[in-house]
Structure formats: structure tokens, C-alpha cells
């Protein structure tokens, strides 16, 4: 007796012998065909569209619920009262900007020692973002709106930073050469990471100066693809915004300019930069005010970093000065990350004369150590001092798609150099990770201890990471066998959900996210309990 269908079946439903091949054979090119619709689904606008909404909705969403710190912008900063990383620091310096008259302009010439507590404002490189954002925020404090009313204003303004991001994202991948599919499926992936959601829906400068680093990235492909001197100032004005908002993307610009401009040197040879006047003069001919435009923002952002990051670099020999140079060692005590740094730097030098040091750390542990606490940290809402831990299938999960990853890097590591805009990409991007792997390795050999290890630090260039590891996942899809692709389409789009719903931002945070200490009062009265795990009473 066989155990097929058919026979099995009644006489009367069962196919006849001439059709049932035919039967077999649509349900095998349906199954063939599935991927290509589901790449003109990602390829619709409207796709594309709805993705940014959603992205709108959530971000707007956890800018309401995420419990927020209450600081005063004259030095009262509690550490304890935030969940947003630093976010008690970048609301207490846009409030104390906020509280000085308009008339003293961005540089600050002296602040008392208490107000320390907000970190060294005098000489610190990444001022910009606060003093800009102090502007809508002054006529909110003199109208004496409720202090949350200003923190979730700012928190929305940081979505449209946000949203912003996903826009530049879009062309910066269409401009590398990624196909419409591979380029919104890298934007929706992006959209459902958490930590790009909770990033946007704080009051900090990661999210502008995300936006603004992408910008740059856009002007750098573009230039690689068509050079001339207009895309090569605007890569330039881009970089200087990106560095006066956030200044340690200062590096990362660098690279991603010097090799932009030496993939269009190496293939056009030096003729591409030649007549730079012409080409200036030809410029505000036929688009006069959008070049004044750029020169304009090239004045002022050259000189903004020449009074912050030069005079720091000639005077202090740092681009951001060691709070002690610039106040007494006791009054830089009140700043809690100098105060962190100190008493690292005197135990791990004390255990050094003492010959009591640590030995030092393995490598390869240290390496699945920082791999697993960066997963972790860009899907989840964790850092380095979460005491809760992912559940375990989840965490199994997440090695799965690491191994996946790493093993779609070796085996496409060719095709990541296949066109000069995805080389560039590709060395931006191993640029960047790798230079945060050293700096956290260099941290723990000097400090004894994991501080700035989150998955936020390589956020900027994970977007681009997965278009290659999209596009990547896609080649060798087609390269597979049609009975293979037939079998493996539906199991494969069922894993590509479950992975998509299991780490996305909703999902990875009230999963975890059980306490009352994560959410204000207004979402723990209006959220459901069984959502936020909530079952007391909520303070009136």
C-alpha cells in the first residue's frame, strides 16, 4: 500500500495521470517564483512608505512609554533616573544652554564647579547638538510647560533625526549599487532593530549625527561613481556637520573620504580634481544659491571645528581635553565618568606596582565575549550592567544567525569587491567595527573593565552590513539547485518571520522590559499590565 495522496484519495478527486505532473510542476514554479514576488512586493513605494511609518509610529511610541531622568540643567544629573543611555547628560546640557542668553553664542567661557556634574562643557568637542536643540526648548521653559512636555518634544525631534536617517539610507544604498528589494529590506530590517528605534526615541546626539555620517557616506558613493568637485565639497561640508555634532566620528569620515577619492583616482586617474575654480565658477552660474548654500555651511562648520577641535588639538593636545586641564582634580570628581575613569586607572596602576594585575584576557574569549554582548546590545535593550539575561532559545537563535553571517562573509568575501562602490563599502564598514574592537580591547587591557561595550558604537554602519549580507544571502540563493530553492523557499521565508519578529523592537523590549522602573507613569496607567508586567499601583 502506498502512502502518496493520490492514491489514497477518492476516484473521483483524484488527478488524472496526464494532469498531475502539470500539478506538480506549478506548484514547483510557484514555489521558484516566490522569492522574485516578494522582490516586487520590496520593490513597490509603497513599501518602502509604510516601513517609514512604522518606523514613525514606533519611534514615537517609545519616546511616550521610556521612562525619563529629572534634571534641572544647573548640575542635578542622577545617573539612576534614566533608561536611554546618557540621557541625563544631554538633557541637563541642553537645558543649561537653554538657560543662558541668546547674546553668548555657543562657547562657553566659564561654568561653576557643581555644574561639572553635566561632564567638562568648557572645552568638550560634541557641544553643537546641545546648543542647537536649546533653541526651541528656551521658549518651552520661559512659557513654564511642563518639564515633560520638553523632554518628549526633544525625544520626537530625535524620531525626524531618525527618519531622516532611513531616507539617506535609502539613496546612499541605491547610489552603491544595491538593487530596489535588497535596499528596502536593509531599511526595513533597520526599522525593526531596536537599538536604531530606542537610539531615535532619546535625547542624545547619536541619531543626527547617524543621519549626518550617512549623509557623508551618500556624497563619498556618489563621488566614487561620478566624480567632480561639487560631490567632493559636499562629502567634506557633510564630514565637518557629522564631526561637530558627534566628533568621534572624525576617523571614520576621514576613511571613508580617502578611500572614496582613491577608488575614483585609481580608475579616472588625477584629471578628476583638476580645475577646481572652473568648476566652482561654472557651479554658481547655474546653481547659484544652492552653492552659496554649501560654501556658507563649509565657512561656518570650518570655523566651528577650528575653535573647538583645533584650539583643543594646539592648546590641550587632545581633541577632547582631560577634564583635570581644564578645572582641579577634586572639582572633576563631581563629573562621574572622569570619577569612573580615575579610580579604574589608580586600581589598575596599584595592582601593577603590587604585582597583583590581572592576567591578560584571551583573546578568542574576549572576541565571543564583545560579539555576543554587541548582538545582544543592537536587538535588545541592554548595555554591559544588564542584569537580565536573553532567554536562551533566543540567545541560540542569535549564534545561529552570527554563524550564518560570518559564513556568508567567507564565502562572499569576493563579491563584496565586485564593484568599486561595495569594496568601499565593505572597507568602511570592517573599518569601523574593527576599530571599536580595538578600542574596547585597549580599554580592558588599561582599565580592567568593559566600559563604552554596546552595540550602539557600530550602529552607523550596520545598515550597510546588511545590505551586503542581504545581497550577499540573495547570490547564493540563486546559485542553489531549482529542486533545492523548490523545498527549501517556504521553511527558509518562515525562519527570515520568525527571526524578524523574535528581535524586532516591540518584541525584544516588552519581552524584558517587566519592571515599573522601565516606563513613566502615564504609560504604566494606560499600557496593559500584561504588557508591561506591571501589577502594582502607579504613584499619583
Known sequence: MSDSVTDTAPAAARPSPQRGPN??????DGLLALPDRIGLLL???WTYRVALLVFVLMGAFFAGILHYPIVDGQGHVPYGGTIAPDEHRHLANILYYAGLPLTNGPVLHHIDPGDLAMGEMLRFPSYFYYYVMSFPVKPMVNAELPYSWIVIALRLANVLFGLLGLVVLRRLLRTMGFSTAVTVLSVIVLVLTG???WQSAAVSYDAPSMTLFLCCLLYCARFIREPRWGTLGAMVVTAGWTV????????????AAVVAVGF????????????PLRAAGEAIRTRTVRTVAWFLGFAVVAALLVERLGVNLLVYRQFNPDCSKLHTHMQCLTFAIYARNYDATRTHELAAANGT?????????FTGRWVTTYFQSVFFYRDRTTVWSVDPLVAALGSLVVIAAVLLVVLSFRRFFGSRTAAWGTIVTVVYIGATFVFNLRTLLQLDDEY?????????VVPILYALLIAAAVAAWRRLPDWVRAGAVVPALVAVAVLLLVFSAPTAFFEYARTPNWYTDTALDH?????TGYTGEVAP
Open 23 to 28: 500539478g506538480r510542476q506549478r506548484l514547483h
Open 527 to 531: 499600557l496593559p499590565r500584561w504588557l
Open 452 to 460: 563604552a561595550f554596546s552595540g550602539r558604537y557600530v550602529l552607523p
Open 357 to 365: 594585575s590581572l592576567p591578560a584576557p584571551d583573546l578568542l574569549e
Open 264 to 275: 575614483a583616482v585609481q580608475r579616472d586617474g588625477w584629471g578628476v580634481l583638476a580645475h
Open 244 to 255: 561637530l555634532v558627534k566628533y568621534t566620528f572624525l576617523p571614520f569620515v576621514g576613511v
Open 195 to 197: 537599538r536604531y528605534v
Open 43 to 45: 520593490a513597490n513605494p
